[in-house]
C-alpha cells in the first residue's frame, strides 16, 4: 500500500471509529456500538483513500477479504437472516465497509439500516445478540488474525 | 462457478433486473431506470446465492472487478462527489450489488439513496446526468468486456 497519509479534520484518520477487533499494517475492524443494530462491525482503510476504486487489485482483494471474513464470522455465530454491506462515505469520505447482521425482528428490516423505522426491536432477541457480542469479537480477532 | 441454479419467484433468477449493458456467464451488469438517481447500476450474480461469502475467493475477486470496473467509468464521465456500493438484498436475497454515483444537488445527499428526503434534485444536473447515460453505457459495456 502506499504511503499512509491523515487528513487533518477526518474522523477515520483521527479516531480508531470503533472498539479495535484487530489492526495491521493497513487495514483495521472495529466493532460498532450501535443499541439497534450491536452487530454492526466496519472494515477500516488505515490511509486516506476516498474511493474503493482508488485500491489497488492486491488492496482491493485484500479489503474483500477481511470484508468476507466479518461477514463469515457473523453467520456462523449469529445466524442473521441477512448480512448488508455498504461503503457510502458520503459523510465520512475515507473508505469504510460497513457490515452489519439483520435479523427479521430488528427496528427496520426489511429497510436498510438508514431507512424508515418498521418497528420496536425484539428486546430478548436484541439482547441475546448483544450478550453474543464478546464472543463474535474474540473470534473474529482469531480469525482476522490468519485472514 | 458452481452450477447456476433458479429460485422460483426470485425477481433476478426471472428477470434481468435492468437494462442489460453486461452479460457473461456468471456475472451481469445492469442499469437501473431510477429517475432520482439515473446513474445507478446493479452487479448481479447469475446464479442464486444469497451472500457475499457464498462466493469462493475467485468468484469474490471476479465480482469486485466488476464493481471496481462501474465506479471507475463513472468517475471518469460523471464526476461525482462520491460512489456508493452496497450489497442488501433484504427484499430480493439474490447478490446484487448497487452502484450509485452520487451528487452534492441530488435529492437525498449526504444520505444514503435510502435514507430521507434533503431536497428537490436539482432538474438541470439531474438532466445532465441522465444526457450522458448513453456514452456511459457504451463506455461501460465496452469496459467490462475486457474487465
Known amino acids: 500500500m502506499t504511503v499512509a497519509h491523515r487528513v487533518p479534520g477526518c474522523e477515520l484518520c483521527e479516531h480508531d471509529g470503533g ?10 475492524v472495529v466493532g460498532v456500538d450501535d443499541a ?7 472494515v477500516i482503510c488505515n490511509r486516506h483513500v476516498s474511493e474503493f476504486s482508488d485500491l489497488d487489485p492486491a488492496e482491493r482483494e485484500r479489503c474483500m477479504v477481511l470484508v468476507d471474513t466479518v461477514e463469515r464470522v457473523m453467520r456462523e455465530l449469529l445466524h442473521p437472516v441477512k448480512v448488508n454491506l455498504a461503503s457510502l462515505g458520503n459523510l465520512t469520505p475515507h473508505l469504510h465497509w460497513h457490515v452489519v447482521a439483520r435479523f427479521a425482528w430488528d427496528s427496520r428490516f426489511p429497510q436498510p439500516i438508514w431507512g424508515a423505522v418498521q418497528r420496536a426491536a425484539d428486546p430478548a432477541a436484541l439482547g441475546a445478540v448483544a ?7 474474540r473470534r473474529l480477532a482469531e480469525r482476522l488474525h490468519y485472514a
Open 19 to 28: 472498539r479495535l477487533i484487530h489492526h495491521d499494517t493497513d487495514w483495521r
Open 36 to 42: 439497534e443494530f450491536p452487530a454492526y462491525y466496519r
Open 131 to 137: 450478550a453474543a457480542l464478546p464472543d463474535v469479537d
